[in-house]
């Protein structure tokens, strides 16, 4: 069974660095084919696709977040870590992890999803 | 940056009528890395079709996709009580479309 968890701070201070940690099993990110990327949705909106990193260690950003974001992946501990710099109100939103498969069967998707963390970013 | 940009936004429709959503893209996209999904209030995103037209695993065959270039549709053939969400395309697991909600008229 492929398994997704998302976990990190609630509330967030403006300008603080956001740190979310992404655990799975069922899966190893040492496998060609295989990534895990993160997704947000702000209350009420649409997802909005943010990094992906793959299982030889390349990775893409969402361009109009670049410069804040990080994504990176311990593949022995089964986990990716993404780091959003300098958060405003309008970076809350709940954020997913999903496992990102370019290969057969399932090509080119998100094809498992944690259930996602909401993060509140107020002061 | 490949935009996809859904229609309509909404689509109020009747159980049992037919349900067309279209995703756009501003570029070609490959059939191969255009994805739709599923998703409910309150519930992740669920994965419909992949490549354009494949279903994923347990997806009902009331689901279908099509499409090739710049326009591909998600049409859900009789619609089902459960099947009232929000629908999104993807591109190669990147930007996602603007969401198409089918709401009960």
């Known amino acids: 069974q492929i398994t997704l968890r998302e976990s990190g701070p609630t509330l967030v201070k403006p300008t603080q660095t956001l740190t979310l940690t992404c655990t799975f099993s069922?899966?190893?990110?040492?496998?060609?084919?295989?990534?895990v990327g993160w997704v947000r949705q702000p209350p009420g909106k649409a997802l909005e696709w943010l990094a992906v990193?793959?299982?030889?260690?390349?990775?893409r950003y969402n361009p109009s977040l670049r410069t804040r974001l990080t994504i990176t992946k311990d593949t022995s501990k089964n986990l990716v870590v993404l780091t959003m710099t300098n958060m405003a109100p309008v970076d809350t939103a709940t954020y997913y992890c999903?496992?990102?498969?370019?290969?057969?069967?399932?090509?080119?998707?998100?094809?498992?999803w944690g259930q996602g963390t909401m993060v509140t970013v107020s002061s | 940056e490949i935009v996809l940009t859904q229609s309509p936004g909404t689509l109020s429709l009747s159980p049992g009528e037919r349900a067309t959503l279209s995703c756009r893209a501003s570029?070609?996209?490959?059939?191969?890395?255009l994805a739709w999904y599923q998703q409910k209030p309150g519930q992740a995103p669920r994965l419909l079709i992949f490549?354009?037209?494949s279903r994923a695993t347990g997806v009902p065959d009331r689901f279908s996709g099509s499409g090739s270039g710049t326009d591909f549709t998600l049409t859900i053939s009789r619609l089902e009580p459960e099947d009232f969400a929000v629908y999104y395309c993807?591109?190669?697991?990147?930007?996602f479309g603007g969401g198409t909600k089918v709401e009960i008229k």
């Open positions: 999903a496992r990102f498969v370019s290969a057969l069967p399932v090509v080119a998707a998100f094809d498992v």
């Open positions: 069922g899966f190893s990110l040492s496998t060609s084919g295989v990534g």
């Open positions: 990193i793959y299982w030889n260690d390349d990775k």
């Open positions: 570029q070609s996209v490959s059939s191969s890395y």
């Open positions: 490549g354009a037209s």
């Open positions: 993807q591109q190669y697991g990147s930007s």
